[in-house]
């Protein structure tokens, strides 16, 4: 069956089904594909830069890089709020586990539990 929201036709399966990560399967794709960082508000901005400390020995060189030169996030074309980017695709808070599995690096120390 299909909605409409807005101007946009779309299936209600959006609505009627549970998304779960499958990190196994994709790797972490979400983290390294897009044209831009992930969606951030103002607060969760301020957050990033308090918890950065804790996590900057497990970002990328080039991340700390570019953290340093342009601060965690910026405003996209559209004037939204995301992380940064390095490399037009990496996030800047990706880091990646043995094997090649990439994840946030501020969730780094859950998987390190798991």
């Known amino acids: 069956m299909m909605m ?3 101007d946009t036709v779309v299936s209600t399966e959006l609505v009627e089904r549970f998304f779960s ?7 972490g ?11 951030i508000t103002q607060e969760e901005y ?3 830069k308090k918890v950065l400390p804790e996590v ?7 991340a700390r890089e570019q953290i340093t030169e342009s601060g965690v996030g ?14 037009g695709k990496n996030c800047v808070f990706s880091c990646y586990l043995p094997g090649g599995k ?9 998987a390190r539990d798991a």
């Open 46 to 48: 301020e957050q990033l």
């Open 56 to 62: 900057w020995d497990d970002l990328l060189p080039r």
């Open 102 to 110: 990439c994840i946030c690096a501020i969730e780094k120390p859950m």
């Open 74 to 87: 910026y405003l996209d074309p559209e004037g939204e709020l995301v992380t940064q980017i390095i490399d």
């Open 29 to 39: 794709a979400c983290c390294i594909e897009g044209d831009a960082g992930a969606p």
């Open 4 to 6: 409409q929201i807005g």
């Open 21 to 27: 990560c499958d990190l196994d399967a994709c790797l």
